[in-house]
């Protein structure tokens, strides 16, 4: 059964940066589509970003265009998020997961695995 485990998440002021990491029991980043979603209190869980197993697509919501940034590093089986220039909008718990595609519109991503417990990211002055 695969699990995943996110980290990375902080507290930290509007403008800065942060990046999460995700690993995966069971689960290889070099055969695997990979994904980023997130949930903000209140609203339902949305696609941030996603990753093709090769590491040549990426695709990213309209939100976090040119201020995130995802990457795979397998030789660590490990998937991250950089995110720089947060805003407070950015704040929610961010949880990846394998994906059944990398799709142009993030509203199309669907994940494949169980969720984790997720990271908590708060962008607050």
């Known amino acids: 059964q695969v699990q995943v485990v996110e980290s990375g998440g902080d507290l930290v002021q509007p403008g800065g940066s942060l990046r999460l990491s995700c690993n995966g029991t069971?689960?290889?980043?070099?055969?695997?589509?990979m994904g980023w979603f997130r949930q903000a209190p209140g609203k339902e869980r949305e696609g941030v970003s996603c990753i093709d197993w090769r590491g040549r697509s990426t695709a990213y919501g309209d939100p976090v265009k040119g201020r995130f940034t995802i990457s795979t590093d397998n030789s660590k089986n490990t998937l991250y998020l950089q995110m720089n220039s947060l805003k407070p909008e950015d704040t929610a718990i961010y949880y990846c997961a394998a994906v059944a595609e990398c799709p142009i519109s993030m509203t199309n991503m669907r994940a494949r695995t169980d969720w984790g417990q997720g990271t908590q990211v708060t962008v607050s002055s």
């Open positions: 069971g689960l290889r980043t070099d055969r695997n589509n």
